[in-house]
T-cell receptor, first 115, second 110 residues
Framework: GAGVSQSPRYKVAKRGQDVALRCDPI?????LFWYQQALGQGPEFLTY????????KSGLPSDRFFAERPEGSVSTLKIQRTQQEDSAVYLC?????????????FGSGTRLTVV | SQQGEEDPQALSIQEGENATMNCSYK?????LQWYRQNSGRGLVHLIL?????REKHSGRLRVTLDTSKKSSSLLITASRAADTASYFC??????????FGEGTQLTVNP
């Protein structure tokens, strides 16, 4: 597609529920990133894929967070046993190349609210 | 953790005026990027400046980079109401991840 697509756009989860957030990057983009953005803050890095390989997951806040990109295109961010502090906008971005000669194209994000 | 720090946190100007936002960072970088975010939306890439560049222009945007001071500035000339948004600087290091600042909220009054 023309841009990075994320679904769902909004998600309300009860505390303790598992959620799965989907990202469809731009076709052919090698790099894919997940970021977490709290209200009024800048995005915080979660994890990075180059094709299907997860090269950096150091930003994942706990072992309740898991991301995958099994075929090197679509990626899913899964959060198990959601907590209120997980409430945030989750942004996905993709880039044509690993090295940042290009900017990143971000999706519109998934706003997760844990109640 | 946030590497970049934007200054000011909020800026309110009249349409037609210029807007200048500053960004400071702490570690060596490969490049520095500026993004715009409208309320409730994703980030839009504006401009990328590499560590060996000092100035770059794109339309009404002018970005400078001073690696000795670890700082950058974004100038928006002849601002429009549609420029109202949050502006973030982001630095890219050898690990390829982007590290964002807290952002500057720009309001352009008609």
């Amino acid at each position: 597609g023309a841009g990075v697509s994320q679904s769902p756009r909004y998600k309300v989860a009860k505390r303790g529920q598992d959620v799965a957030l989907r990202c469809d990057p731009i076709s052919g983009h090698v790099s894919l990133f997940w970021y977490q953005q709290a209200l009024g803050q800048g995005p915080e890095f979660l994890t990075y894929f180059q094709n299907e390989a997860q090269l950096d997951k150091s930003g994942l806040p706990s072992d309740r967070f898991f991301a995958e990109r099994p075929e090197g295109s679509v990626s899913t961010l899964k959060i198990q046993r959601t907590q209120q502090e997980d409430s945030a906008v989750y942004l996905c971005a993709s880039s044509l190349a690993r090295v940042g000669w290009y900017g990143y194209t971000f999706g519109s994000g998934t706003r997760l609210t844990v109640v | 953790s946030q590497q970049g720090e934007e200054d000011p946190q909020a800026l309110s100007i009249q349409e037609g005026e210029n807007a200048t936002m500053n960004c400071s960072y702490k570690t060596s970088i490969n490049n520095l990027q500026w993004y715009r975010q409208n309320s409730g939306r994703g980030l839009v890439h504006l401009i990328l400046i590499r560590s060996n560049e000092r100035e770059k222009h794109s339309g009404r945007l002018r970005v400078t980079l001073d690696t000795s001071k670890k700082s950058s500035s974004l100038l928006i000339t002849a601002s429009r109401a549609a420029d109202t948004a949050s502006y973030f600087c982001a630095t890219e290091t050898s690990g390829s991840r982007l590290t964002f600042g807290e952002g500057t909220q720009l309001t352009v009054n008609p």
